[in-house]
């Protein structure tokens, strides 16, 4: 495992790190509780992960809790996320689907929440603590802000910032919660779906601000899983994506495979999906989906490989621009034409 700091601190963080949603929800991950206890003991133990990303939404609070007993003997030794903003008040089993609950902005209810998210994970300090899929109003909140720097002073948390979503887009948030002062902010970006990730991945290198990236494989798209002949679920959140998403992703795929970029016995097309992101000095960490113990193997050493190097992520960055970026942003269509080729 390789490390990087947060900026302007001492602070490291496993350049891979562990999205907790996928052991704490039933959406699409673990839903085996041992075995998700089992994936989180070993992230640590046997690969170095010490970047845990969370909420407290997730499962209730279990998302939290979960980290507490598995791995509070070491909490000295992590960097633990969490995130607020949604109502938790509702009852258990209350939510429909993936439907959004309420949220609620208001300083007491974040100083509430933090209090209980510090009670679950059983440590006195969040590490990182994030908005959870703010809207404008809340990036630019001042309630909010005063909140966030009350708990910093008080010591309950370390730093602060901002998980933009829950889909694509958020530009403009993003540059507001940087102009506003957030630490960090996480957002969504990988091969097949860079914007606006292009723009603010350029704003962070010119302005030296930070991002955390997460869904780098496209949400299976892009490590290996995804079959083109296989029907999802209602319940899985892939089934609504457009059939034109899901076909560039093979193509992209087939090209990459083309251009010698993966199992040529320097990385697989999951590792390299996260050197992607990890190309980017401005990318603090990457947090991709692990489900089971071979994907956490193969992705924990996502960041010992050979990195991509500048003439690869060049025909990376050429791919997209020479078709896929145009084609994914049109309406769902059944047939998408080869891009030009990449000189």
């Not at 609950?101 to 974040?110: E, G």
């Amino acid at each position: 495992m390789k490390y990087r700091k947060f900026p302007g601190t001492d602070s490291l963080v496993s350049e891979v790190g562990f999205g907790v949603w996928t052991v704490a929800t039933k959406w699409w991950g673990v839903t085996d509780r041992q075995d998700g206890k089992r994936l989180l003991r070993s992230a640590y133990e046997d690969y170095g992960m010490t970047f845990f990303d969370t909420a407290d939404v997730y499962g209730d609070g279990y998302g939290e809790e979960v980290l507490a007993e598995t791995l509070g003997d070491v909490r000295d030794k992590l960097f633990i996320a969490t995130k607020f903003g949604y109502d938790t008040s509702h009852q258990p089993g209350e939510r429909r689907g993936h439907s959004e609950l309420p949220q609620n902005w208001s300083k007491a209810h974040i100083i509430n929440a933090c209090e209980q998210s510090l009670r679950r994970l059983e440590t006195d300090t969040i590490d990182y603590y994030q908005l959870h899929n703010p809207r404008m109003e809340a990036v630019l909140s001042d309630e909010v802000m005063e909140a966030l720097e009350q708990l910093k002073d008080e010591g309950k948390i370390r730093y602060y910032g901002a998980a933009l979503g829950p889909d694509l887009g958020w530009k403009q948030e993003s540059l507001a919660a940087w102009d506003k002062g957030y630490e960090a902010i996480q957002i969504i970006n990988n091969i097949v779906e860079q914007e606006p990730a292009r723009e603010l991945l350029r704003t962070a290198k010119a302005e030296k601000k930070t991002l955390i990236v997460r869904i780098p494989h496209a949400s299976g798209l892009l490590d290996g899983t995804y079959d083109p002949n296989q029907h999802f679920s209602k319940a899985d959140h892939r089934a609504h994506r457009p059939v034109a998403w899901m076909k560039a992703g093979n193509e992209v795929v087939h090209e990459m495979k083309e251009m010698g970029l993966f199992d040529d016995g320097r990385r697989t097309l999951g590792q390299t999906a996260i050197q992607f992101s990890l190309y980017h000095p401005t990318v603090l960490a990457v947090l991709p989906n692990i489900t089971n113990a071979d994907n956490l193997k193969e992705f924990a050493q996502a960041a010992d490989v050979s990195p991509l190097t500048k003439e690869e992520f060049e025909l990376l960055d050429a791919l997209w621009c020479n078709g896929y970026g145009e084609r994914l942003q049109q309406p769902l269509s059944d047939s998408i034409s080869k891009p030009a080729p990449v000189r």
